[in-house]
């Protein structure tokens, strides 16, 4: 029974590449939430998909993000452009939905992202 | 808009001494409370889940209590180890159960 899977585990990139992060949820679980954790700072809210939707994003930047958890395969987030400051460790949790989203979040392990 | 904020934002303490974490909150209206560690460089692993109807939860040398009036959630370590040494997070879940606010943590060390 898997948990929620991140890859890749390091990402590093160049300034004015794409950065590709991908989750996995847990089996099951249908609503996905995406988080960032900058250096010594704690974990800021980005965006919470379900398949094929987006249902909040007020946590993403208006530019160079973007998010996505189609019907099939993991959720994607996306990053054009990369700047230094988009440095940082990216965090997907996944919730099983509804109701069952009393038992509240599973984390995966993050991608820890670095521009150079 | 919903603010978690958590005090100390660090804690340096003797092995075996029993220690409380403090987290607030100022939004009263929350479907659940979650405390997480962070061990550095990896992610995060849930230790203790409260619902808005619940006033604490156990699991082993962890309690974790919910006082929604008060906006207040406190985490109680017994018995420290140095293998507690962690972030520790608490992260409140909105009305809906959607969107969670986490505190910024606190750094716990713990020495032997």
New interface residues.
Partial sequence: NAGVMQNPRHLVRRRGQEARLRCSPMKGHS?V?W?RQLPE?????MV?LQKENI??ESGMPKERFSAEFPKEGPSILRIQQVVRGDSAAY?C?S?P?GQL??????????T?LTVV | KQEVTQIPAALSVPEGENLVLNCSFTDSAI??L?W?RQDP??????LL?I?SSQREQTSGRLNASLDKSSGRSTLYIAASQPGDSATY?C?V?NTG?????????TRLFVKA
């Fill in positions: 609503h939430y988080y700072e704690g974990l800021k809210f919470y249902i909040d965090f949790a919730s939905g989203a009393q038992k509240g979040y599973t984390f995966g392990s993050g820890r | 479907y659940n979650q997480f460089g990896k992610g995060l692993t849930s889940l619902q997070l992260a879940a159960g959607f969107k969670t606010i986490f505190g910024a943590g």
